[in-house]
């Protein structure tokens, strides 16, 4: 048996003081420490993106990342997108324009999008269609998701 590590994961504002073993995932840290369920695990490989969560700013694939190293940033998950009873705008959107079927996906493609619009908030158009094609969907066929991210970002821009 491994010895554990102490460390504080740092969720939507809130701090989950932890021990885990060295290898263990952001992603099962975040679902199974933490409670936070909202981040789902899809390929365990990073090629998904179902997985993905905000640390520090940047959107990462949770499965890729050691829980360890996450300690001491800022990490946001889809959980931590609404404010009180507000919706984000980019949930809004996905619900507007029909963006989701089974929702396996959502959280993963709410977090990138979120995280590349903060950042960027005037990318272009193919560039924004690159990023959201590392994230995969098995049901919605991608159009009502480019829809709904497109318009979340002109009101994420004030437009």
């Known amino acids: 048996m491994s010895d554990k590590t102490a460390i504080t994961l740092t969720i939507n504002g809130h701090d989950h003081a ?41 959107p990462v694939r949770s499965c890729l990342m050691f829980a360890v190293q996450a300690a001491g940033k800022k990490i946001r998950t889809v959980e931590g997108l609404a404010k009180d009873d507000k919706l984000h705008p980019m949930q809004q959107a996905f619900m507007d324009h029909h963006g989701l079927q089974c929702g396996f996906c959502t959280p993963g493609f709410l977090m ?12 272009g158009d193919d560039d924004l269609l690159d990023v959201l094609s590392s994230n995969l969907c ?22």
């Open 18 to 58: 932890i021990a885990v073993e060295p290898r263990r995932t952001l992603v099962d840290a975040i679902r199974e420490d933490c409670g936070q369920t909202g981040t789902h695990i899809g390929c365990e490989h990073g090629i998904c993106g179902a997985c993905t969560v905000i640390v520090d700013g940047e």
């Open 112 to 123: 990138l999008a979120v995280g590349v619009l903060e950042r960027e908030p005037d990318i």
């Open 138 to 159: 098995r049901c919605t066929g991608y159009q009502n998701i480019i829809k709904a991210v497109r318009a979340a970002a002109k009101e994420m821009r004030g437009k």
